[in-house]
């Protein structure tokens, strides 16, 4: 499938301007997996496949899986190893992966990436944090509720190895950059009238200014690590 015009801009904007924001996220992850040479990555909905650069960089063998055409254009244009679903395990196939990074993932796009992970092997789930302690979701008046990451590690017959919170605050140069952003992420609606969720939007960030025009908001991430038996 080839993306639209519009997809592919909404993309860019997440890989220009929004994706970066998770980095701390992800550099936790990975300090505290140790993740390095040697070590097999595969990352769930990895957008324009940031996460999976990163772990590139620390000397892991990183791949990908990303729905999206437009993000997973970008991800090849980038040399990663993105596919449109998780890779089904056969004994014939590569080694299985060592660590699964899943951020926000629904229960059956876990259980179809599950069979790639070794035994033993690291699942990440990441979701945002407490409601009290996240700008972003709440903006125009709510957003989705943060996921019940270790329900969903049990339902998945998964083994809990610890968990964390993680600050990564969304900042910007300008209110244009956060609306950008923050509409590139899905997380508000737009079908019916993107100019008016644009405009409210553009409105809605006014209080979190500073004097230098640049927008500022505080986040909590959490993961939770959990072991495949």
């Not at 324009?48 to 000397?59: D, F, I, S, T, V």
């Not at 004994?91 to 033993?120: E, N």
């Amino acid at each position: 499938m080839t993306p639209t015009p519009t997809a592919t801009l909404v993309a860019r904007d997440w890989a220009e301007i929004q994706e970066r924001m998770l980095v701390p996220l992800y550099e936790a992850v990975y300090d505290r997996l140790e993740v390095g040479p040697g070590d097999r990555l595969l990352g769930l909905d990895c957008g324009a496949g940031l996460a999976l650069l990163l772990a590139a960089g620390r000397g892991a063998a990183a791949a990908g899986v990303e729905a999206d055409p437009a993000r997973r254009a970008l991800a090849r244009e980038r040399l990663l190893d993105v596919a449109a679903e998780p890779p089904a395990a056969a004994p014939a196939g590569p080694r299985p992966h060592d660590v699964l990074l899943a951020f926000s993932p629904s229960a059956q796009a876990l259980a179809a990436a599950l069979p790639s992970v070794r035994r033993g092997g690291a699942v990440v789930l990441a979701d945002w944090g407490p409601a009290e302690r996240c700008t972003v979701p709440v903006i125009l008046g709510g957003g989705p509720a943060p996921g019940d990451l270790d329900a969903m590690a049990a339902g998945a017959g998964l083994v809990p190895d610890g968990s964390g919170r993680v600050f990564c605050p969304f900042g910007y140069a300008d209110v244009d950059s956060a609306v950008r952003g923050l509409l590139s992420t899905g997380l508000y609606e737009t079908a019916s009238d993107p100019a008016q969720v644009e405009k409210e939007l553009t409105e809605a960030l006014h209080p979190y200014e500073r004097p230098d025009g640049a927008v500022w908001l505080p986040n909590i991430f959490r993961y939770v690590i959990a072991r495949r038996p």
